[in-house]
């Protein structure tokens, strides 16, 4: 097993370090923000685990100046960790299926100061946010019942995707020749994707 570069390890840490997830979170939630689990932030959410969402980043390699979809965005902390990660040559949309949640998670990512990066309610009836080209990483916090192929059409070529299918956390490539390749990254628990 390869392992990676010592220095990638250092910018997720450094991001979790800049980025505090105790800053996304509802106020009696806060408390709870340095343990090493899922907490609720409200609409039957969660703010995932730390150590799985820096596995999840680590998987997905963000480089700077990268144009980046957080899929689930809920409380802005994904979204604000991809920001901080890009830096603002880069630009990242979260986009949240709950209208409230949205504004909430929206609200708490412009207190960042990155305006590089947004969160948004979601169009009704479309998953994740086409556009010209595809993104260079997708970052999905909920888990697929299937791999949506909506979601893996929107990823650019050379570009990353990070999922939860049910139980089993995924990376896909797009190869240089238009291909996809998905590997299987171990087992993890998430809420729902909800898809329509």
């Not at 010592?6 to 997720?12: F, G, N």
């Not at 509802?26 to 932030?41: E, H, K, N, V």
């Not at 409200?42 to 990268?66: D, F, H, K, W, Y």
């Not at 630009?91 to 504004?103: F, H, I, K, M, Q």
């Amino acid at each position: 097993m390869v392992s990676e570069p010592a220095a990638e390890h250092d910018d997720i840490a450094r991001a979790m370090r800049a980025v505090p997830r105790r800053d996304f979170l509802p106020r009696s939630q806060r408390p709870f923000a340095g343990q090493d689990q899922p907490l609720p932030i409200g609409r039957g959410q969660t703010s995932s685990q730390p150590t799985t969402v820096a596995a999840m980043l680590r998987l997905l390699r963000v480089p700077l100046g990268a144009r980046v979809l957080d899929v689930g965005a809920g409380s802005g902390w994904t979204t604000a960790l991809l920001a901080y990660l890009t830096g603002p040559q880069g630009s990242v949309l979260g986009v949240e299926r709950d209208s409230r949640l949205a504004e909430w998670g929206g609200a708490n990512l412009a207190r960042t100061g990155m305006d590089w990066a947004t969160l948004e309610h979601s169009a009704p009836g479309v998953l994740g946010r086409p556009q010209q080209g595809g993104w260079d990483r997708i970052l999905v916090s909920a888990s697929a019942a299937a791999l949506p192929r909506t979601l893996v059409d929107q990823v650019g070529i050379g570009g990353r995707m990070v999922i939860p299918v049910r139980t089993t956390l995924l990376l896909i490539e797009r190869l240089p020749d238009g291909r996809t390749r998905a590997t299987d990254h171990g087992g993890y628990r998430f809420v729902p994707l909800i898809e329509d």
